[in-house]
């Protein structure tokens, strides 16, 4: 039980190139979630997903795309990198059901750097 | 606007000290969550908390969660240098996001 997992975990990208993180988790939860975390701005929200096909903004959605074809993956796109996306992401998930429900689990998280 | 603040944002404390992290919030959440953050790593859950009066510990921690006072504490007792890390408090102001604090940047020292 590998929990959640991200690929890349380091990435330097110029400004302008294209790239994608990809977000896997076996707990079979419906819901799915791509952060960003800046130094003194804690965790903000991208996009979110509450199930397969489904994608919803967050709080900073600009300059992101995401795509849920599968349950278990989450994928997140930069289509034209700009140095202010340069941050750590994580990708978490939770679950509607169980004592704790809504709790996240988050992956090691994927650091983007862009020059 | 969902607000949610710590406080404080940096706590530099001695070992064997006792010390209190607050969480407020700003709208209605039937539960909360504290969660801490090595440096470079991942976000670990620590505690959640479900209810009115909810109280929970484990080792050195202890949580606790007043919703009618929208008001979470995380209270540190007698704290080691293992503690030293970010903590972050989260609720739930709809059933599937959660929204998070800035973090409180706690460093226990010799």
């Known amino acids: 039980n590998a929990g959640v997992t991200q690929t890349p975990k380091f990435r330097v990208l110029k400004t302008g190139q294209s790239m994608t993180l990809l977000c896997a988790q076996d707990?079979?939860?419906?819901?799915m979630y791509w952060y960003r975390q800046d130094p003194g701005m804690g965790l903000r929200l991208i996009h979110y997903?509450?199930?397969?096909?489904?994608?919803a903004k967050g709080e900073v959605p600009d300059g992101y795309n995401v795509s849920r074809l599968k349950k278990q993956n989450f994928l997140l796109g930069l289509e034209s990198a700009a140095p202010s996306q340069t941050s750590v992401y994580f990708c978490?998930?939770?679950?509607?059901?169980?004592?704790?429900?809504?709790?996240?689990?988050f992956g090691p998280g994927t650091r983007l750097t862009v020059t | 606007e969902l607000k949610v603040e710590q406080n404080p944002l940096f706590l530099s404390m001695q070992e064997g000290k006792n010390y209190t992290i607050y969480c407020n919030y700003s709208?209605?959440?039937?539960?909360l969550y504290w969660y801490r953050q090595d440096p470079g790593k991942s976000l670990e859950s620590l505690f959640v908390?479900?209810?009115?009066?909810a109280v929970k510990q484990e080792g050195r921690l202890m949580a606790s969660l007043d919703t009618k006072a929208r008001l979470s504490t995380l209270h540190i007792t007698a704290a080691v240098h293992d503690l030293s890390a970010t903590y972050f408090c989260?609720?739930?102001?709809?059933?599937?996001?959660?929204?998070f604090g800035k973090g409180t940047l706690l460093t226990v020292n010799p």
């Open positions: 709208t209605t959440s039937d539960r």
């Open positions: 997903s509450v199930g397969e096909g489904t994608t």
């Open positions: 908390l479900l209810s009115n009066g």
């Open positions: 707990m079979n939860h419906e819901y």
């Open positions: 989260a609720v739930v102001p709809s059933n599937y996001k959660l929204t």
């Open positions: 978490a998930s939770s679950s509607p059901e169980g004592r704790n429900s809504y709790e996240q689990y």
